[in-house]
Antibody, heavy 120, light 107 residues
């Protein structure tokens, strides 16, 4: 059973870079799956940030594209999110996730989420 | 870009009643790309339905997904107290899209 766990600072200052890591157990980043970041501002809905496949391909939400980078470290079985020039609007619970396990068009595996607050 | 619109925004029902949640897309797409999630407070979303109508493991039979093209529906029959939550539809792809959610409240 794939398990995902987000880690990183819970408080980031405006204009700085938000960096989060997702540690994966029970599965390999080399599998034929997309590894995904999604966020949820307090009291609001879900927003896809982007995803990565085999360290070869990435997709990003166009509304964040100039600020976001998703990368992968297969030796540590971790993937990461970097979001630059953050503002209060980036305050959210950040989830890492993986597609599958049925037809790989759904997201069946989620981390518990980490709340990141942007504030000075 | 496709937009997913869920309705109603809030649905107030009593335990034992049935709920019908709608997800309408601005353009049609393959039903295999449509999923439904339940989210309870303080928890990550939980996959309920994949491929528009497939029930995920351990999801009770009272949850049923249907639809195709631009119109998809999640029906919950005989509501249990634990079903009162927020529900999201999602279209897989790039971009991966979510509806804005339907809140199911206890009446």
């Amino acid at each position: 059973q794939v398990q995902l766990q987000e880690s990183g600072p819970g408080l980031v200052k405006p204009s700085e870079t938000l960096s989060l890591t997702c540690s994966v157990s029970g599965g390999s980043l080399s599998s034929n799956n997309w590894w995904i970041w999604i966020r949820q501002p307090p009291g609001r809905g879900l927003e896809w940030i982007g995803d990565i496949y085999h360290s070869e391909a990435t997709n990003y939400n166009t509304s964040l594209k100039n600020r976001v980078t998703i990368s992968m470290d297969t030796s540590k079985n971790q993937f990461s999110l970097s979001l630059t020039s953050v503002t209060a609007a980036d305050t959210a619970v950040y989830y890492c996730a993986r597609d599958g396990p049925y037809n790989n068009f759904e997201i069946g595996h989620w981390g518990q989420g980490i709340l990141v607050t942007v504030s000075s | 870009e496709i937009v997913l619109t869920q309705s109603p925004g809030t649905l107030s029902l009593s335990p034992g009643e049935s709920a019908t949640l709608s997800c309408r897309a601005s353009q049609g797409f393959s039903s295999s790309h449509l999923a439904w999630y339940q989210q309870r407070p303080g928890q990550p979303p939980r996959l309920l339905i994949y491929g528009a109508s497939g029930r995920a493991t351990d999801i009770p039979a009272r949850f049923r997904g249907s639809g195709s093209g631009t119109d998809f529906t999640l029906t919950i029959s005989s509501l249990e107290p634990e079903d009162f939550a927020v529900y999201y539809c999602q279209k897989y792809g790039s971009p991966l899209l979510f509806g804005q959610g339907t809140r199911l409240d206890i009446k």
